[in-house]
């Protein structure tokens, strides 16, 4: 075996044994699905929020996004949206990498 076959094949190894060792939250019930969201609604009124999600993230949070008036696209909508929108903060829910770009994901607001 190369070392071309043999790198992809010893990262798979490591992720995988990362992965085992990670512990998941156990699953919310409905009644602590809806306090959780009846939350996040009422935080993103109280700091005038508005949520943006991209298509490639969970459903809840896009269906999130379009009850509470935000908006789920691609990318560059997603940004064309957050730059015309009036409220304050954006939320962004996106891709992971995203994180390590935080200007390309936070607005700062014009004093």
């Given at each position: 075996?190369?070392?071309?076959?043999?790198?992809?094949q010893?990262?798979?190894?490591?992720?995988?044994?990362?992965?085992?060792?990670?512990?998941?939250?156990?699953?919310?019930?409905?009644?602590?699905?809806?306090?959780?969201i009846?939350?996040?609604?009422q935080?993103?009124?109280?700091?005038?929020?508005?949520?943006i999600?991209h298509?490639?993230?969970?459903?809840?949070?896009?269906?999130?996004?379009?009850?509470?008036?935000?908006?789920?696209?691609?990318?560059?909508?997603?940004?064309?949206?957050?730059?015309?929108?009036?409220?304050?903060?954006?939320?962004?829910?996106?891709?992971?990498s995203?994180?390590?770009?935080?200007?390309?994901?936070?607005?700062?607001?014009?004093?």
């Amino acid at each position: 075996m190369d070392l071309a076959q043999q790198t992809p094949q010893r990262l798979e190894a490591k992720i995988r044994a990362i992965a085992e060792t990670v512990t998941r939250p156990a699953p919310l019930s409905p009644e602590e699905q809806q306090a959780l969201i009846a939350r996040i609604r009422q935080q993103l009124v109280e700091q005038d929020a508005v949520l943006i999600a991209h298509y490639y993230v969970d459903e809840q949070l896009q269906q999130l996004a379009d009850e509470t008036g935000g908006h789920v696209a691609d990318s560059l909508s997603m940004a064309d949206y957050g730059n015309r929108h009036p409220a304050s903060t954006l939320v962004i829910a996106g891709y992971a990498s995203w994180a390590r770009r935080p200007k390309s994901s936070i607005r700062r607001n014009a004093c």
